[in-house]
């Protein structure tokens, strides 16, 4: 999957979920902030262009499991979609119902930047 692609289906699929983003084409690194909480980094690795996702624990290092499991390590676009809303929903789940009600309205009532 070409850099573009990459970044396009990222910011794509988080939408407003992800603020503070950042792109670097070159090393293919797609950064951000999901529902204002989890530092996310996500990005396609090595040689054959592995896909890497985690979110950033207070000790500085990364996250790389959910629910237990590894997420896929392959690159193409509806894996990647897959492991995105495997870590969505990881998040969602750490949140109270109260606050995605609120964030969910705060967002829905801001035009799209």
Same mark, same amino acid.
């Given at each position: 999957?070409?850099?573009? =692609? %990459?970044?396009? &289906? /990222?910011?794509?699929?988080?939408?407003?979920?992800? =603020?503070?983003?950042?792109?670097?084409? /070159?090393?293919?690194?797609?950064? +951000? /902030?999901?529902?204002?909480?989890?530092?996310?980094? +996500?990005? !396609?690795?090595?040689?054959?262009?592995?896909? $890497?996702?985690?979110?950033?624990?207070?000790?500085?290092? #990364? !996250?790389?499991?959910?629910?237990?499991?590894? !997420?896929? %390590?392959? $690159?193409? $676009? *509806?894996? @990647?979609?897959? $492991? !995105?809303?495997? /870590?969505?929903?990881? +998040?969602?789940?750490? &949140?109270?119902?109260?606050?995605?009600?609120? #964030? *969910?309205?705060? @967002?829905?009532?801001?035009? *799209?930047?």
């Amino acid at each position: 999957m070409d850099s573009d =692609t %990459f970044h396009t &289906l /990222v910011k794509g699929f988080f939408g407003r979920r992800a =603020t503070g983003r950042t792109y670097d084409p /070159v090393s293919t690194v797609f950064t +951000c /902030v999901l529902y204002e909480t989890f530092p996310f980094k +996500c990005g !396609l690795d090595g040689e054959h262009g592995s896909f $890497s996702a985690g979110i950033e624990s207070v000790s500085g290092r #990364y !996250l790389t499991t959910f629910f237990g499991e590894w !997420l896929s %390590f392959d $690159s193409d $676009s *509806e894996s @990647i979609a897959k $492991s !995105l809303a495997i /870590v969505d929903e990881w +998040c969602r789940l750490h &949140l109270s119902d109260k606050f995605l009600e609120r #964030y *969910e309205a705060g @967002i829905a009532a801001k035009p *799209e930047a």
